[in-house]
């Protein structure tokens, strides 16, 4: 019982720790002005206002942002997913030389080990010579290049953990390769797609310095870039910027609660054999 306790109080403690900085965004996005800067905090009992969320949504563009943030997370998640199953999926089953294979996924894995502002003078010369600037879909491809390493090799393990004989027994029916991939192995490394849909979506979602160089104008700005945007050199809107933090965490937070089930299990699919 005592053990039992110790246990509960630990975990209470963590979540505790992992929620108050939600909790104090949250606050200050619904506090006035004075109240934030309040000696010593307020935590509870505040006057609750909405001024910050008005400001945000009909005084600044923050639609616009918040709008873009979703076209191009969710445009270089597909993309990346589309792209990098189809590689992976081919490194783990077509005949191919081992040596080949495996300089094949050295190479691909290299792609991130290059700092990321190492390239940013390249791409931006390249979306501006494709005319691909200061646009939303020149997001969504810079971002699907840097998912795809990561798609393709964990999703290159989901696959491998498959017997062959699933496909085998489907293409004696007459099914395809294609078919097959589809029909029967995508359905079940769908908990490793759910997760890794989740990863890719986070780092589209949170990206920043891209955001920053590749757009100019309020039409193709994210959400990051948005955000940092209240910070001037007169002041800093505490409350506009929490109350951009606060909606800016329902999306992710609703996709990833509509994938948990899948979530859990791609986490820990291959952790146990046999």
């Given at each position: 019982m005592k053990k039992n306790l110790w246990v509960y109080l630990v975990l209470l403690v963590a979540l505790g720790v992992t929620l108050a900085p939600l909790y104090w965004l949250l606050t200050i996005s619904l506090k006035t002005v004075v109240e934030q800067f309040a000696r010593p905090p307020v935590w509870f009992g505040f006057t609750v206002t909405?001024?910050?969320?008005?400001?945000?949504?009909?005084?600044?563009?923050?639609?616009?942002?918040?709008?873009?943030?979703?076209?191009?997370?969710?445009?270089?998640?597909?993309?990346s997913l589309v792209l990098g199953v189809s590689a992976a999926y081919a490194l783990?089953?077509?005949?191919?030389?081992r040596n080949l294979n495996r300089h094949l996924s050295f190479w691909i894995l290299s792609t991130r080990m290059v700092p990321p502002i190492v390239t940013i003078l390249p791409l931006f010369l390249l979306l501006r010579d494709f005319g691909l600037l200061n646009s939303r879909l020149g997001l969504v491809i810079v971002y699907t290049g840097f998912n795809l390493p990561f798609v393709v090799w964990m999703m290159r393990g989901f696959f491998e953990d498959l017997p062959r004989e699933l496909e085998e027994a489907a293409w004696m029916d007459g099914s395809s390769r294609l078919r097959a991939l589809v029909e029967i192995v995508l359905p079940l490394v769908a908990?490793?797609?759910?997760?890794?849909?989740?990863?890719?979506?986070?780092?589209?979602?949170?990206?920043?310095?891209?955001?920053?160089?590749?757009?100019?104008?309020?039409?193709?700005?994210?959400?990051p870039v948005g955000i940092a945007g209240r910070v001037t050199q007169y002041e800093i809107?505490?409350?506009?910027?929490?109350?951009?933090?606060?909606?800016?965490?329902?999306?992710?937070?609703?996709?990833?609660?509509?994938?948990?089930?899948?979530?859990v299990r791609g986490l820990s699919l291959g952790a146990v054999k046999g």
């Open positions: 909405l001024e910050h969320y008005y400001d945000i949504f009909f005084l600044r563009p923050f639609g616009t942002y918040l709008w873009n943030s979703v076209l191009v997370a969710t445009g270089a998640t597909l993309l783990a089953r077509l005949p191919m030389n908990p490793g797609l759910a997760a890794t849909a989740v990863f890719c979506l986070l780092i589209a979602w949170n990206e920043f310095l891209f955001a920053l160089i590749l757009t100019q104008t309020d039409a193709a700005m994210t959400l809107k505490w409350g506009a910027m929490s109350a951009a933090g606060v909606v800016a965490i329902v999306p992710v937070f609703l996709f990833a609660l509509a994938v948990q089930r899948y979530l």
